[in-house]
């Protein structure tokens, strides 16, 4: 396979338990009743242009952008609207949604509903970039970035390089690695829409060397185009964030503070680019995403296609139901993910996956003081000192945070998965980073 890359600093390899990377995508049911939060991007919510008692299709548009850094959503059902309510998100805070009563399922007229692959592009750069905004597009590996801002560089950037991010370094999680082997060339003819959209002319697609066969299947799809590469890369968490991916792909380096287009590059992950073939080429705005339902109890854990605002207990239930030795519910993975607190909880556009830990893997190990045994820095993909971000949080010493690099963290849990006192590192850095980050945006507005 060639060489493998990665990126040079810190990083660990727990066990990839990826359950599920032999369960074909299959098709949930539409739900009974959608609940669909306003707020699914990273930046402003949506602000509703539907009401109660309003019939839906599908496709339909629920909620327009309400700033520039925001996404429209639309409506992944057909039916009426119960209410517009504050409803459980996975947060496990109640927050502003859409909550619509399914009849039928009706699709707007302007989607291509075939099966057809439709391969020709005919749209110039600033056509694309308008679908891809009012398709509600979002970063898909669960930042949820709006995508087509990342398609803007600002005055005086240039885009070189496009790298989309098909490494799925999280354990257990395997939606990604099924799309590439099940729609490799969708995402393909989303690569090149994305190049032809930024300007480029080259574009890697990154994937660690524990998925061979995605590796050679997105070869062989890339034969025919010159501008396209499939990277072998090291299997080496976290490869799949941006800055580590960029390392590892091109051997650039984002500076502290900086954006990815500061070293040319725009990185998109491979469920983005399938969603940006679908808006461009299909007209079918985001409704719909793979999630991966796995566990070590899980009797079949399974990659499901399941419509936006289905809850999580009904993709449980296709993978056979709710072990009775479960813990802890996790929307993602173990590493990033965060705890569910309800089976109500709807599948928004960000959820990756939907893990179920057992009781004696989900519970915390008893905390001991810090034994200064550095590995915590040692694992840093960053550079940073976690102990001393994290003892600077805990001390609510936010001004050393933001001194010693707290934005920068990229939340990778890294350092608290080798911590050998068991120190809950990532919460209070979590803490940090949003303390500090309210302080730096408070600080702009004086």
Not at 129 to 155: C, S
Not at 263 to 281: D, I, L, R, S, W
Not at 291 to 303: D, E, F, L, Q
Request: a positive charge; charged letters at 20%; proline letters at 7%.
């Amino acid at each position: 396979m060639g060489i493998l890359r990665t990126f040079a600093l810190g990083g660990i390899h727990p066990a990839e338990n990826k359950l599920s990377s032999n369960a074909p995508i299959e098709t949930i049911p539409v739900p009974i009743q959608a609940i669909v939060p306003l707020g699914q991007n990273l930046g402003a919510p949506s602000k509703p242009v539907v009401k109660k008692g309003d019939m839906v299709k599908v496709g339909q548009l629920l909620a327009e952008a309400s700033s520039f850094i925001s996404t429209p959503i639309h409506s992944p059902v057909s039916g009426k609207v119960f209410k517009i309510d504050n409803a459980i998100d996975g947060s496990g805070y109640k927050r502003p949604a859409i909550i619509i009563n399914v009849e039928g399922d009706e699709w707007d007229e302007s989607i291509d509903t075939s099966t057809d692959i439709v391969s020709e592009i005919t749209l110039d750069s600033k056509q694309i970039i308008e679908k891809i905004k009012n398709a509600g597009v979002v970063g898909m590996g669960g930042a949820t970035f709006p995508t087509y801002v990342k398609l803007m560089p600002p005055p005086g950037k240039i885009a070189e390089y496009l790298i989309i991010n098909g490494v799925e370094c999280e354990p257990y999680l395997t939606a990604d690695h099924r799309l590439m082997l099940e729609k490799g060339q969708e995402i393909i003819i989303g690569t090149r829409l994305l190049m032809i959209a930024l300007n480029v002319n080259k574009a890697f697609i990154g994937i660690e060397n524990n998925k061979p066969d995605a590796i050679n299947h997105m070869r062989e799809l890339v034969k025919p185009y010159d501008g396209i590469e499939v990277q072998t890369l090291k299997v080496q968490y976290p490869q799949g964030g941006e800055k580590q991916l960029i390392k590892a792909s091109v051997n650039r380096e984002v500076p502290s503070g900086k954006l990815p287009i500061e070293v040319g590059c725009v990185v998109q992950n491979v469920g983005t680019a399938f969603a940006v073939y679908e808006a461009v080429q299909k007209n079918k705005p985001l409704i719909e995403r793979i999630v991966t339902v796995t566990g070590k109890s899980i009797k079949r854990p399974s990659n499901f296609l399941a419509r936006i605002g289905t809850p999580i207990g009904q993709l449980i239930e296709a993978a056979e139901g709710l072990p009775g030795n479960t813990g802890k519910m996790i929307g993602g993975g173990p590493m990033m993910g965060k705890a569910i607190t309800s089976l109500d909880v709807p599948i928004v556009k960000g959820s990756s996956g939907v893990l179920l830990m057992k009781k004696e893997e989900s519970s915390r190990s008893i905390e001991s003081p810090c034994i200064r045994c550095s590995k915590c820095t040692y694992v840093c993909p960053m550079g940073l000192e976690p102990y001393l971000l994290s003892k600077a949080s805990k001390l609510s010493n936010f001004e050393m945070a933001e001194n010693e690099s707290i934005m920068d963290c990229i939340e990778c849990g890294s350092c608290q998965y080798s911590c050998p006192a068991g120190i809950p590192l990532l919460d209070y850095l979590r803490l940090g980073k949003l303390k500090v980050g309210q302080i730096i945006r408070n600080r702009g507005k004086n």
